[in-house]
């Protein structure tokens, strides 16, 4: 079992920047792929980036160049740096690790960012 836990999330002015960590716990030995998702009201969950064991990156289109993911995997860590942020990108921000084909999610963190 992998237990994932977010935090950084809060209220923002349009322009600020959020920093998301999740913190994976269990008896894990080596994460696969992490990322973060989110989901605004009345919309599906969607990728916003994702990151190998390796450091390969994926991105939504909607955030290139204004987020940035990374991880730490001594503490099997993942983080998500938001800049420039706009109103549009306010929803709830799911964690997700995947460790021996099983996707895991976190509880989620509100961001929500004023105009």
């Known amino acids: 079992q992998v237990q994932l836990v977010e935090s950084g999330g809060g209220l923002v002015q349009a322009g600020g920047s959020l920093r998301l960590s999740c913190a994976a716990s269990?008896?894990?030995?080596?994460?696969?792929?992490m990322g973060w998702y989110r989901q605004a009201p009345g919309k599906q969950r969607e990728l916003v980036a994702a990151i190998t064991s390796g450091g390969s990156t994926n991105y939504a289109d909607s955030i290139k160049g204004r987020f940035t993911i990374s991880r730490d995997n001594a503490k099997n860590t993942v983080y998500l740096q938001m800049n420039s942020l706009k109103p549009g990108v306010t929803a709830v921000y799911y964690c997700?690790?995947?460790?021996?084909?099983?996707?895991?999610w976190g509880q989620g963190t509100q961001v929500t960012v004023s105009s």
């Open positions: 997700t690790a995947n460790y021996i084909s099983i996707n895991y």
């Open positions: 269990g008896s894990i030995f080596s994460i696969n792929a």
